[in-house]
Structure formats: C-alpha cells, structure tokens
C-alpha cells in the first residue's frame, strides 16, 4: 500500500484547506479497513486527528477538531480528503495520512503512512 498526501500550504487563521491522500497497491482495497489522519509538530508526538471506515464509512475525531474538520472518501479513487475549516494557528503541522487492517480503536494500529504535508496556520 502506498499513500500520497497532498493539499497543504500556508493560510490566514480563521481559512479552510483540504488536504487530499490517494492510495495505490495491489493489496489496498483488501488490506484496508480504515484510514486516518495524523499530524505532527516538531518535538512532540504524532496526534491522532481523523479517521474512517474504509467500508461502512463511519467517523471518529480528536476533540481538538471536531466541528471544524471533515474526512471524508471516495472509494472509487482511493482516497481520502481531510477538509479544514475555521483553521487556527495550533493546527500547523506536517499531517500524514495513514491505512490500517485491524478492528481496534480508530485512534490506534495504523500499518502503512504516507509522506507528511505542511500546514500552517499565520494568526
């Protein structure tokens, strides 16, 4: 399973953007069950943000997101999007997109992470 994530970039506090991770593979649409977003900043650890069902297409946020962003898929293209909105400077990060196979938590367990894309947020 590979993941490409796509989408970040620099906006004014208050902005939306939409973050984009396409995934390709021979295995992916057997392998996946989930997939999610992550974002990190430097010197701490990797947060957990977003994450879906690949087939029943069920949702789970981090508390520090919910009502601000969306995830969401299209199956079809094997991807999934992260839509941003009313963005505020704590939300600058690298955020990766990640896959995963197991039926624990949305938060946890993911196998397979795509490269990061930058975000930042100017107050």
């Known amino acids: 399973v590979q993941l490409q994530a796509s989408g970040g970039g620099l906006v004014q506090a208050g902005g939306s953007l939409r973050l984009s991770c396409a995934a390709s593979?021979?295995?992916?649409?057997?392998?996946?069950?989930?997939m999610g977003w992550f974002r990190q900043v430097p010197g701490k650890e990797r947060e957990f943000v977003a994450a879906i069902t690949w087939s029943g297409g069920g949702t789970y946020y981090a508390d520090s997101v919910k009502g601000r962003f969306t995830i969401f898929r299209a199956n079809a293209k094997n991807t999934v999007y992260l839509q941003m909105n009313s963005l505020k400077p704590e939300d600058s990060a690298v955020y990766f997109c990640?896959?995963?196979?197991?039926?624990?938590?949305?938060?946890?367990?993911?196998?397979?992470w795509g490269q990061g894309t930058q975000v930042t947020v100017s107050s």
């Open positions: 990640a896959a995963r196979n197991t039926d624990s938590p949305l938060q946890y367990d993911y196998g397979f």
């Open positions: 593979g021979p295995t992916f649409n057997t392998y996946t069950s989930a």
